[in-house]
Structures are given as C-alpha cells and as structure tokens.
C-alpha cells in the first residue's frame, strides 16, 4: 500500500488525466475513457458503466497494461457495488489495441438522495516494452481516470454539460450485430441464387424452342450452299453422260437439280432434309453434302416446273410494260419498281436472262422424262444440260456476296434519283 502511494505522489510517474470521451493522442503510449449508460439512476437501480482503453501496438513498440486489476472481481468502486462485469474481445486498429470492460454497478443508501455521487477514479498500470536488438521493458506507470459523477434521484449530475444519455453500445453489441449481418447477407445471396435459377429456367423454356429452330436452321443448306451443290451434281451427271450416255436415272437426276435450280430463282422454298450418311435419296430427290469437310448429308427437292417459271416471267413482263408508260428513265422505273408483285421485284435482267435459260433446259427434260415413247434426244438433252449449267452459274455469282451489295447499292441510288428529281 505505501509503495502504491509512493508510486502516486512521485513526480517522475507518466500520470495522466483523460477527459471523458477523449480518446487522446496518438503519440500516448495509452488513452482510457469511460462512460454510463445514464446520467442519473434511482437508489439500488442497476446501470452500466464501460471502460474503455487503446494502447499503442507496432512491431517495434508494445504498452502492457495490468488487466488483472480491472477485472470486475477485483475492482474496487466503492460506494458503487459491482454486480456483474464482462470482458470483450479486443480490436485491432494499428498503431493501437482497444480493449473494453462492462461493469454493473448500483448503489445502496438513503444518505445519497438529491446528491451527486462520484465513480472514484481508478488507476491502470502499465509499462512500455520495446523490441528489436536491445529488447527492454520499462518500469511501471500509472494512468489516472478521473472520477465520474452520478445523479441520484435527478435527471442529470450538476457537472453534466448536456442532458443526452449516451449509447450504451458495446463491443459485444458491435460483434453480434456483425454476426446478424453476416447471416442475413448470406441467406440473401441463398434467395439471390435461387431467383437467378428460376429466371434461368425460365428463359431457357422461352428461348429452347427458338434454340431448336436455330440449331435445325444450321443443319440445313443455304442458297449458295444449294447452288453450288447443283452446278457439282451437274458436272457429275456430265462426266456420267460423257462415259455410258443418257440413262432414266442421269435424266431424272439432271431433272431434278434443274428444279431446284428454278426454285432458287423465284425465291421459293426447297424443302431439305438432314439425313444419315447411309441413306440414299429417292426419285425427285437430290443428295447433298453440307461442306467439302462435313459427314451431314442433306436431301433437297422441289416442284417448281416450266409452267411456274412462265407466270414468274408474265408478270415481270406485264410490270416492265406498265414501267414504259412513264418513259425509260430511271426515276420511272424506280416507281414502278416499288409497285412490282415481290417476286418480280427481284427479277432484274441478270435473273430474267437464267429463268429463261433455265425454263427452255426444264422443258426439254420434262418432255423426255414423261415422253410416252421413251426415246431420248441425246444431242438435246446435252445442249438443255449446259444451258440450265450455265444459268445455275449465273445465279450462284449473283448470290455472292459482292453482286448483293452491288445489287443493293444501284437500288438506292435509284431511290435517291426518284427522290430528288421531279
């Protein structure tokens, strides 16, 4: 006991004094504060008082307190009973270590009725410890909290500054609400999860139908694709010729592609079928092979005769003669242009000279394919094969890429002549 008095008097001792709330500079080896979770208390009412301390912790530097002495157990606040006290956990904000204490207290006496009664202030002792090549530890210091006044049966102490309680938030309070978020955040990202697997589900049972049509799509032949599987079976059907002559199955064949060839040239569908590599096609059907490098096989028809390459021609005529009323000019024929049935509307001269071309081939081989004579015209049915060769290679040109951009520039420069000129 007279050594803690020495040790109190000494002029030499690092005794402090903080301020309530202040949690002192950052050059101080060690700042305490404490606080009440109310102003003013009834007799015997308990209340909380928190203690609360930041010490300065760097690698190089340590302050080590006597916690002992702040246990709730060994804690002397008399006239205040302490009836209960926890600890919490400490946390870590470099340079600096917070730890916290909670006591219960109450007071007992009608002697303290109207009076303020003083928490007496407390002393801490530490000691600084240094680390490194000289590792030391210096002697013990003493911090001295000052003493904290409470109102017994008023509103607020004759000291207090203002009549606000303060938060009786701790540590713990801090922790198990962290806890509380981190539950709930997870039980969102659970619900969150959940709602992009449904909105999954159902965009893919929107989306799968189209996906089909899409992937059947793929499987299927283009145009070019078409003609230019045509103009290789026609070099075939040629080369087959050229060896063993006409046959009922090269003139059905050659009549075949010559349909397919008229159907690509109106616009009209060809029906196409992906089939396995060991089937064979039938009659009217012609066996194709989706790419030079691709095992699918596709089967492709159609019905297109002469007699629809005639009307697809008549009302190409009839519109190019209602053009001439309005003169040869492009402006007239850019209007007249936009009021041709769809299919004459992509019959320029090009298409007009392979229809042509195409019908005059289709007709001869109708004639010998359904002749009831069976005899074969073979010197026609080579010139009507080159023919309709050759116009399937004008269409396959026109269907590239650069004759459709050329195609579709020279359209809108008519219209922008149509447009402009009066």
């Not at 599987?229 to 059907?237: H, N, P």
């Not at 049935?341 to 019959?347: E, G, I, K, N, S």
């Amino acid at each position: 006991m007279l050594t803690w008095w020495a040790c109190l008097a000494a002029p030499a001792d690092a005794r402090q004094t903080a301020e309530a709330g202040t949690a002192g500079n950052e050059s101080d080896p060690i700042a305490c504060w404490w606080r009440t979770d109310r102003r003013a208390v009834h007799v015997g009412e308990r209340f909380t008082l928190t203690l609360t301390c930041g010490v300065i912790e760097t690698p190089d530097v340590r302050v080590v307190t006597d916690r002992g002495r702040l246990d709730p157990a060994a804690l002397d606040l008399t006239p205040f009973e302490i009836v209960g006290g926890t600890r919490h956990d400490d946390i870590e904000a470099a340079p600096r270590r917070y730890f916290q204490y909670s006591y219960t207290l109450r007071l007992f006496g009608d002697e303290h009725f109207g009076r303020d009664v003083d928490i007496p202030s407390i002393p801490i002792t530490y000691s600084i410890e240094t680390s490194g090549v000289s590792a030391t530890r210096g002697r013990d210091q003493l911090y001295l909290l000052p003493a904290l006044p409470v109102r017994m049966l008023s509103l607020v102490p004759i000291t207090a500054a203002d009549i606000e309680d303060a938060s009786p938030d701790t540590f713990g309070d801090i922790e198990s609400r962290a806890l509380r978020a981190t539950g709930e955040l997870t039980a969102a990202g659970v619900v969150f999860t959940l709602a992009v697997a449904l909105a999954g589900l159902a965009v893919v049972r929107v989306a799968r139908p189209r996906l089909a049509r899409t992937a059947a799509e793929r499987d299927l032949l283009s145009p070019v694709e078409v003609l230019r599987g045509c103009i290789r079976e026609a070099a075939r059907v040629k080369s087959e010729v050229e060896r063993g002559g006409w046959t009922a199955d090269l003139l059905g064949e050659a009549l075949t592609l010559l349909r397919v060839a008229a159907a690509e040239a109106l616009g009209r569908p060809v029906a196409q079928q992906v089939v396995e590599r060991s089937e064979a096609a039938q009659d009217g059907q012609l066996l194709l092979r989706k790419g030079r490098l691709s095992a699918k096989r596709v089967v492709i028809s159609s019905s297109a005769t002469s007699g629809a390459i005639d009307g697809a021609l008549a009302d190409a005529g009839s519109n190019r003669l209602r053009a001439s009323r309005y003169g040869e000019s492009a402006v007239a024929l850019a209007k007249a242009e936009r009021t041709r049935p769809p299919v004459a509307r992509v019959l320029s001269d090009p298409p007009i000279h392979a229809l042509e071309d195409l019908r005059e081939s289709l007709r001869v081989f109708e004639a010998a394919r359904y002749s009831r004579s069976g005899e074969l015209d073979h010197g026609a049915l080579d010139v009507a094969l080159e023919t309709g060769t050759a116009a399937l290679r004008r269409l396959h040109e026109m269907r590239q890429w650069r004759a459709r951009t050329m195609e579709t520039m020279s359209r809108a420069a008519d219209r922008m002549k149509a447009v402009w000129e009066p």
